[in-house]
C-alpha cells in the first residue's frame, strides 16, 4: 500500500528551467495538497485541490502552477525556476477538503542553481 | 494573517518524562487541530487530531484543546528515545479548507 508517492525524489535545476513534480495517491482521497517546507518556516500551502476538477490557491502560489490530472494524481510544475524556489517539497492528500487530517508524501529535495 | 505559532525549541527531556509541546492560533473560527511528527529529513505522520475542547488520549499521547485561549497542546508520556522528533502543531482555518502549520518544536529524550 503506497500511500502518497512523489517523484523524483531529489532535482537539480538552473535558473529558468521549468519542471513538473509529479505526485499521485492509492487511497482513494478526493482532496490533495502541494506544499513547500523552508527551515524554520514550517509547512506553506502552494495550492490545493479540493476535489476532482478544482483547484486553488494557497498561501504562497506565486511561480507555480498546477494540475489535478483525476482523482489520483496532482502535479505541481514550475514554469521558470528561480533560487528562492529551493526548498522540500510535499505532496499531501485527504478524504474531503473540510477537516479532515492528511498524509503526506516522502517529499521531493529540489535545488535551484 | 492567520498563523499558529510553536516554541522552537529544542525542548530536552529525559527518558521516561512527561514532554509538553505548545501551540497557539490566531484564528478563533478554527475547528480542527493537528498534531504531526516529523523526524529529520522525513514527511511529517500524523499523530492525533482533536476537533472538541478538552483532552482526547491515544496510548501515550494526549492532546488538549482550548478554544477560548486559543491553545492547543501535546502529551507525551514515558518519553521515549524514538520519540525524538520535531512536532508539527496544525490548524485548519475557519472555512476548513486551508491548513496552517507552526514551524515545529524539536524534542530531544536523552536516554
Known amino acids: 500500500n503506497a500511500g502518497v508517492t512523489q517523484t523524483p525524489k531529489f532535482q537539480v535545476l538552473k535558473t529558468g528551467q521549468s519542471m513538473t513534480l509529479q505526485c499521485a495517491q492509492d487511497m482513494n482521497h478526493n482532496s490533495m495538497y502541494w506544499y513547500r517546507q523552508d527551515p524554520g518556516m514550517g509547512l506553506r500551502l502552494i495550492y490545493y485541490s479540493a476535489s476532482e476538477g478544482t483547484t486553488d490557491k494557497g498561501e504562497v502560489p506565486n511561480g507555480y502552477n498546477v494540475s489535478r490530472l483525476n482523482k489520483r494524481e496532482f502535479s505541481l510544475r514550475l514554469e521558470s525556476a528561480a533560487p528562492s524556489q529551493t526548498s522540500v517539497y510535499f505532496c499531501a492528500s485527504s478524504e474531503g477538503p473540510v477537516n479532515q487530517p492528511q498524509h503526506f508524501g516522502d517529499g521531493t529535495r529540489l535545488s535551484i542553481l | 494573517q492567520k498563523e499558529v505559532e510553536q516554541n522552537s525549541g529544542p525542548l530536552s527531556v529525559p527518558e521516561g518524562a512527561i514532554a509538553s509541546l505548545n501551540c497557539t492560533y490566531s484564528d478563533r473560527g478554527s475547528q480542527s487541530f493537528f498534531w504531526y511528527r516529523q523526524y529529520s529529513g522525513k514527511s511529517p505522520e500524523l499523530i492525533m487530531f482533536?476537533?472538541?475542547?478538552g483532552d482526547k488520549e491515544d496510548g501515550r499521547f494526549t492532546a488538549q484543546l482550548n478554544k477560548a485561549s486559543q491553545y492547543v497542546s501535546l502529551l507525551i508520556r514515558d518519553s521515549q528515545p524514538s520519540d525524538s522528533a520535531t512536532y508539527l502543531c496544525?490548524?485548519?482555518?475557519?472555512?476548513?479548507?486551508?491548513?496552517?502549520f507552526g514551524a515545529g518544536t524539536r524534542l530531544f529524550v536523552k536516554a
Open positions: 496544525a490548524v485548519k482555518d475557519t472555512g476548513g479548507f486551508k491548513t496552517i
Open positions: 482533536i476537533y472538541s475542547n
